[in-house]
C-alpha cells in the first residue's frame, strides 16, 4: 500500500483513521474466536449487537424522563446493554447445551429472534440523538489516540489474560480439541460452552456501544455487515475453524492485516462490491492454505510415529 499510496498512506491521519474504524469488528472477532476456540460459531452476534445497542438506545434517549445527570444515565445505559448481550448469550449456550441443538443452527435461529425483538422494540425505526458526553465513547481522543481503540487493546488484553491464564481459558481450549477428553477429566462442558457463549455476546455488547456512540443513532440491523469481516479476522488470525487453537495476539494482527488493506482499497476508489469480493476470495485463501497446514502437520507426525502432544498442538496451530 505504501508503493501504491507513497504519500497517502503513511500518515498519521490515515492511521489515526484505521484505528478509529476497527474496534468494532475487532471485538466481534474476539467473539467468534471464543465462540470457534470451543469448535462452535455464534452467527447471532451482530443481531445481539442490534438488540443490546437499541435497549442501550433507550435508556439514553429517554435521560431526560429519568431525570439522573447524564453521567449516572450513560452508566446505566452500559449496564443495560451489556446485560441484554450476556442474557442472549445465555440463551444461544443453553439451546446448544440443554437441547443439543448444534451451535449453527442454534445461533441462526436466535439471530433472526433477536434481530426480531429489536424491530418491534422500535417498531423499526432508528433511535437517535444521545447525550454529547456518550458520543465521546465512540468519536473522543485520549492523549491523541482515539478512545474506541484503546476500549479494543483493553478488551483484547482482558480476553488475551482469560485465554492464557485463567481455568476457563484452559478448558476451552480442551473442549475445542477433544469433548471426550474434556469429559473425561472432569471438566463440565456444558457449563464452559455457557460461560463462552456469554463471554462472546458480552463483547457483541462493548461493540455495541461503540458503533451507537459512534453514529449517534441505532436502528435494527446495524452491524449486519460485520458477520464476514468477523469470522474472516478470527481465521486470519489463525483460530482453527474445529476448535482447540486460538490466540487474541493472532487475532489482533489479523485486523491489523484487514484494516490495511480496507483502507488502501478505500484511498484506491475500489466500490464496496469489489471490497466484499476481495474479503470473500481472502476468507476462501486462508481456509484452503489452513486445511493444507494441517494436512502436512499430520503427514509429518505419521511420518515420525509416536509424536508428542507439543508436535501435535503446534501442527494444529
Known amino acids: 500500500m505504501t508503493i501504491f499510496l507513497p504519500e497517502r498512506f503513511l500518515t498519521l491521519v490515515n492511521f489515526r483513521s484505521m484505528a478509529l474504524q476497527f474496534p468494532e469488528y475487532g471485538l466481534l472477532a474476539l467473539g467468534i474466536m471464543l465462540a470457534m476456540l470451543t469448535g462452535g460459531i455464534d452467527l447471532s452476534l451482530v443481531s445481539i449487537v442490534s438488540l443490546s445497542g437499541v435497549t442501550a438506545g433507550m435508556v439514553l434517549t429517554r435521560h431526560a424522563e429519568i431525570g439522573l445527570p447524564p453521567v449516572v444515565v450513560i452508566i446505566l445505559a452500559i449496564i443495560v446493554a451489556l446485560s441484554v448481550a450476556i442474557l442472549c448469550g445465555a440463551i444461544n449456550g443453553l439451546l446448544i447445551t440443554v437441547?443439543?441443538?448444534?451451535?449453527?443452527?442454534a445461533t441462526l435461529g436466535t439471530n433472526g429472534l433477536f434481530m426480531g425483538?429489536?424491530?418491534?422494540?422500535?417498531?423499526?425505526?432508528?433511535?437517535?440523538?444521545?447525550?454529547?458526553?456518550?458520543?465521546?465513547?465512540?468519536?473522543?481522543?485520549?492523549?491523541?489516540i482515539p478512545n474506541a481503540f484503546l476500549i479494543f487493546i483493553a478488551v483484547a488484553l482482558l480476553v488475551g489474560l482469560v485465554l492464557s491464564r485463567s481455568r476457563l481459558g484452559f478448558q476451552m481450549r480442551l473442549l475445542g480439541a477433544s469433548p471426550e477428553a474434556s469429559q473425561y477429566s472432569g471438566v463440565n462442558n456444558a457449563s464452559v460452552l455457557v460461560k463462552t457463549h456469554m463471554l462472546t455476546a458480552l463483547l457483541a455488547g462493548v461493540a455495541a456501544i461503540i458503533i451507537i456512540s459512534r453514529v449517534n443513532s441505532i436502528r435494527p440491523g446495524y452491524g449486519s455487515n460485520y458477520l464476514?469481516?468477523?469470522?474472516?479476522?478470527?481465521?486470519?488470525?489463525?483460530?482453527?475453524?474445529?476448535?482447540?487453537?486460538a490466540t487474541t495476539l493472532?487475532?489482533?494482527?489479523?485486523?491489523?492485516?484487514?484494516?490495511?488493506?480496507?483502507?488502501?482499497?478505500?484511498?484506491?476508489?475500489?466500490?464496496?462490491?469489489f471490497r466484499k469480493f476481495i474479503w470473500g476470495l481472502f476468507l476462501l485463501a486462508v481456509m484452503v492454505i489452513h486445511y493444507y497446514r494441517m494436512e502436512l502437520g499430520a503427514r509429518r507426525i505419521a511420518r515420525g510415529g509416536g509424536s508428542s502432544v507439543t508436535e501435535k498442538a503446534e501442527s494444529s496451530g
Open 250 to 273: 493472532g487475532v489482533t494482527l489479523g485486523i491489523f492485516t484487514l484494516q490495511v488493506l480496507t483502507s488502501g482499497l478505500n484511498i484506491l476508489n475500489f466500490t464496496p462490491f
Open 117 to 144: 425483538i429489536a424491530i418491534v422494540l422500535t417498531k423499526g425505526h432508528g433511535i437517535r440523538d444521545f447525550p454529547i458526553e456518550f458520543i465521546l465513547i465512540g468519536n473522543g481522543m485520549t492523549l491523541g
Open 228 to 245: 464476514l469481516l468477523s469470522v474472516l479476522i478470527a481465521i486470519l488470525g489463525g483460530t482453527n475453524p474445529a476448535g482447540g487453537f
Open 99 to 105: 437441547a443439543n441443538v448444534p451451535a449453527i443452527i
